[in-house]
């Protein structure tokens, strides 16, 4: 049967309607394919909007890094030289072993191998890590300072095993004297988290070296210089492949310090093997000749990692070197405090110059019975012959004649109780006793006996080394207090040279001049003498002035029995002095611990001092025949 017409329409009419749901479909598959491209285009651009603007800096720098690496260059410290300009303290290179975290793949594992090549714990290598953690991934972090050439002869070999591992060679302070000043010099260490957090050193990062004590910590910005950068570039595993460019290090300033390294060498050759300090200033202006505190310590291996032996040394509690006992270390005056009851009862009118009191050897107050140190006693001496023969009776009445708060208020005038100024860290103040002191302290009344005591520089009152130094000072120059100074002069990097600070006036000794002109020929006669105390520091051709003291330790009932008692329970020895007697230039404080007397132990070693400033000056023959009188 033939299709109709009427069929052939309606299959036309189903092709049409096939045809429009076709390109329907097509239109929804090229919307579809659209929409897809779009938003890839729209993530590409989005991506690269992020890479290129948002992280650009970041990565840009991260890829400049994986090729040219930032090489931190360590400024040399400026030097420490004495006032003619000899090295004290310089600086020699050493090698570190760094590691730049980024380039390692497995840190851990090579700590592990670190630590056999260097010798040196895990833990004390994660610890150095831990501390630069703040830093960038690419920053080399140093995890031992100063290996020894073996050392480095059995890491350098193998570095190319070690990815991120490298020896940087640094700066590191070399003291040709060995252990010369050491308390006043002081020492390196690196710088610890906490000093990083509170950004007490701008511009240091971990591992750097920062001064930790004495002139090294006072004038670490002066000394610590800028540091430098080098560009290199460096391949694939690390290691460089050239130099492209360097800022250098800018050094720190060189200082000159006022120390004399003639004196100073032998202060520490006369103090070998003792316990104590040594301070040797100028009267005229304060500046620090010597000073010595013994024990000294070794300076270089603060900087390097002190050994638990090392530390375990250090902090002897026989002989406390750690202690700077110029400045921090507290004695009683012992018998310099009569110069003090002797100005006090001159200025009181107590005594006069004339005035004679008894010494049998001994002297009673109400049940107790104080004692001379020479028994036999010394008859009617003045002010004077008391001050010469280091008298205790006479300063035990004198004492009383004056009385606790006046004796305060001169032993104060003297600089006691107070600190003096000097730039050094934990400087002690002393003490002064008086009636309110004791009533707030122990809540009890004064003591006639401790005043007498007081007299004779024992009981309550303290002092240091440097106070001792700076109170002979004061009467060698005529009644000024200097604030003691040890830097001279500093010269920058570029030779300029800029002067130190100025001498600073920071008290006066108020007293009549006939006062003093009378202390100090009494303390001419403690070392020209024959019953003077401090013969022992006598010089042919330098008149020298002094003053002797013995401090009781412990009480002791028999005083001829000191050699045969534990070191430990002996007197310390303590002498004062200056000289030349007419024209002082110079003025030393010697205190040795359980020394002994002060006449046969520490005078001696004030004479050595003087004999090795005065050698070779002309004219010395005047010297020995000043009175001392002239103020």
């Known amino acids: ?168 060679v640094e700066p590191l302070r070399k003291y040709p004297h060995g252990r010369l000043a050491s308390h006043l010099l002081g020492y390196l260490a690196e710088v610890n988290e906490a000093e990083l957090a509170k950004g007490i050193y701008p511009g240091v990062r971990p ?31 690390g290691r460089l492949a050239r130099v492209l460019d360097e800022t250098p290090p800018l050094p720190g300033s060189d200082l000159f310090l006022t120390l004399d390294l003639d004196l100073q060498e032998e202060a520490e050759r006369a103090m070998r093997g003792k316990v104590g300090a040594v301070v040797a200033l100028d009267p005229r202006n304060g500046c620090i000749r010597a000073f010595t505190s013994v024990p000294e310590y070794d300076l270089e291996p603060f900087a390097w990692g002190l050994t638990p032996a090392q530390w375990r040394a250090l902090n002897d509690a026989r002989t406390r070197p750690l202690q700077d006992k110029a400045v921090q270390g507290l004695y009683s005056p012992g018998s310099i405090f009569k110069i003090v009851a002797a100005v006090a009862a001159l200025e009181t009118g107590r005594l006069a110059p004339q005035t004679r009191l008894t010494c049998t050897g001994s002297f009673r107050l109400g049940r107790r019975v104080f004692r001379c140190w020479d028994r036999r006693g010394h008859g009617e001496p003045d002010l004077y012959e008391a001050l010469v023969a280091s008298c205790d009776v006479f300063f ?66 303290l002092v240091t080394p440097l106070q001792l130094a700076e109170m002979i000072a004061a009467i060698a120059n005529g009644g000024t207090f200097y604030r003691p100074l040890y830097v001279d002069r500093e010269r920058s990097p570029s030779g300029r040279v800029r002067p130190g600070d100025a001498p600073e006036v920071v008290g006066r000794l108020d007293v009549r001049p006939e006062t003093l002109r009378l202390v100090r020929r009494a303390l001419r006669g403690v070392v020209a003498d024959e019953e003077g105390t401090g013969h022992a520091c006598r010089l042919p051709d330098v008149a020298v002035a002094g ?83 002239a103020t």
């Open 1 to 168: 049967m033939r299709p109709s017409l009427r069929d052939a329409g309606r299959v036309l009419l189903r092709l049409r309607q096939l045809d429009v749901k076709a390109r329907e479909v097509n239109r929804q598959r090229c919307e579809a394919a659209f929409l897809f491209v779009l938003l890839c285009v729209v993530t590409l651009a989005a991506r690269l909007w992020y890479l290129q603007i948002v992280k650009g800096t970041e990565l840009r720098a991260r890829s400049e890094h994986n090729r040219v690496r930032l090489v931190r260059l360590q400024p040399p410290r400026g030097k420490l030289l004495d006032r003619s300009g000899r090295l004290l303290v310089g600086n020699q290179p050493c090698f570190n072993v760094c590691l730049v975290r980024e380039e390692a793949k497995d840190v851990e594992d090579l700590l592990g191998r670190l630590s056999v090549l260097l010798e040196e714990p895990v833990g004390a290598l994660r610890e150095r890590l831990i501390l630069g953690r703040r830093l960038p991934l690419y920053t080399p972090i140093v995890l031992k300072r100063g290996i020894d050439r073996d050392t480095l002869a059995r890491l350098e070999p193998r570095l190319f095993r070690l990815p991120g591992v490298s020896v940087e």
């Open 207 to 237: 591992g750097d070296l920062v001064g930790r004590a004495g002139v090294e910590a006072q004038y670490q910005k002066v000394l610590s210089g800028r540091s430098g950068v080098r560009r290199v570039e460096v391949d694939a595993t």
């Open 396 to 461: 035990y009445q004198a004492g009383l004649m004056v009385g606790v708060d006046e004796l305060a208020r001169y032993a104060r005038a003297f600089g006691f109780g107070r600190a003096t100024g000097i730039a050094l860290e934990d400087e002690k103040a002393g003490l002064v006793p008086d009636r309110a002191w004791k009533l707030e302290r122990y809540g009890k009344p004064w003591q006639d006996g401790e005043t007498a005591i007081m007299a004779i520089g024992q009981g309550f009152t």
């Open 547 to 629: 003053k002797t003291a013995t401090v009781q330790v412990v009480q002791q009932s028999r005083r001829g029995q000191l050699e045969e008692l534990p070191w430990n329970l002996r007197d310390h020895a303590i002498f004062i002095a200056y000289a030349p007697a007419e024209a002082p230039e110079l003025a030393v404080a010697v205190l040795v611990e359980h020394g002994g007397h002060g006449g046969s132990a520490a005078a001696p070693i004030a004479r050595r001092l003087f004999e090795t400033w005065f050698r070779g000056r002309p004219g010395g023959e005047g010297r020995g025949r000043g009175d001392g009188g």
